[in-house]
């Protein structure tokens, strides 16, 4: 059974960098087979993907976040991580990493729980 | 970007009775070559993260109950449920996969009334 893990601190700063690791279990990220996302959801919002990485290490990214995101991957670590940089309130949410790829490129299928990063001083 | 408007935003719906939750892209998702619609549904619940429910438009996930259905093509989609239970309060969302960036629905939340 293919496990999502989010990680990192909870509460960041303005202006800083937000940092998130999804850790998978149950399947190899370096199996060239999926591709690895991150979606965010404010409290009471909707959902917003904000990139994905595939093992390649070739990466797509919302163009609204481009100039302020990067996702690396670590194959062995079987984790994928997240940078946000110069955030703000408005990038106060709950982070899920997910997978996608079984059925098309962007059909989400597996989720992690979900970490929830607030911004502020 | 494609833009995914739901409808209604909320609903409130008997048990036993059926629940109807409308999606509209701001452009085709019906890709020509393969004639697959390029849309899932998505099922989520307080506190938890969002579960598939149907992709391609109207193929069931594995282990979805057989009350829920999807159907529509190209910009005009439906997620039914037509036996709502106690079980099924939540929130829905559709989302495009056609198209980079993949875009949700600001989804519908349906209750008991």
């Known amino acids: 059974q293919v496990q999502l893990q989010e990680s990192g601190p909870g509460l960041v700063k303005p202006s800083q960098t937000l940092s998130l690791t999804c850790t998978v279990s149950?399947?190899?990220?370096?199996?060239?087979?999926?591709?690895w996302s991150w979606i965010r959801q404010p409290a009471g919002q909707g959902l917003e993907w904000i990139g994905r990485i595939y093992t390649s290490g070739s990466t797509n990214y919302n163009p609204s976040l481009k100039s302020r995101v990067t996702i690396s991957v670590d194959t062995s670590k079987n984790q994928f991580s997240l940078k946000l940089s110069s955030v703000t309130a408005a990038d106060t949410a709950v982070y899920y990493c997910?997978?996608?790829?079984?059925?098309?490129?962007?059909?989400?299928?597996?989720w992690g729980q979900g970490t929830l990063v607030t911004v502020s001083s | 970007d494609i833009v995914m408007t739901q409808s209604p935003d909320s609903l409130a719906v008997s048990l036993g009775e059926r629940a109807t939750i409308n999606c509209k892209s701001s452009?085709?998702?019906?890709?020509?070559?393969?004639?697959?619609?390029?849309l899932g549904w998505y099922q989520q619940k307080p506190g938890q993260p969002p579960k598939v429910l149907i992709y391609?438009?109207?193929t069931r996930e594995s282990g979805v109950p057989d009350r829920f259905s999807g159907s529509g093509s190209g910009t005009d989609f439906t997620l039914t449920i037509s036996s709502l239970q106690a079980e099924d309060v939540a929130v829905y969302y559709c989302q495009q996969y056609y198209s980079t960036p993949p875009g949700f629905g600001q989804g519908t939340k349906v209750e008991i009334k």
């Open positions: 452009q085709s998702v019906l890709y020509s070559s393969n004639n697959k619609n390029y």
């Open positions: 391609w438009a109207s």
């Open positions: 149950g399947d190899s990220i370096s199996s060239g087979t999926y591709y």
């Open positions: 997910a997978r996608s790829g079984m059925v098309a490129t962007d059909y989400f299928d597996y």
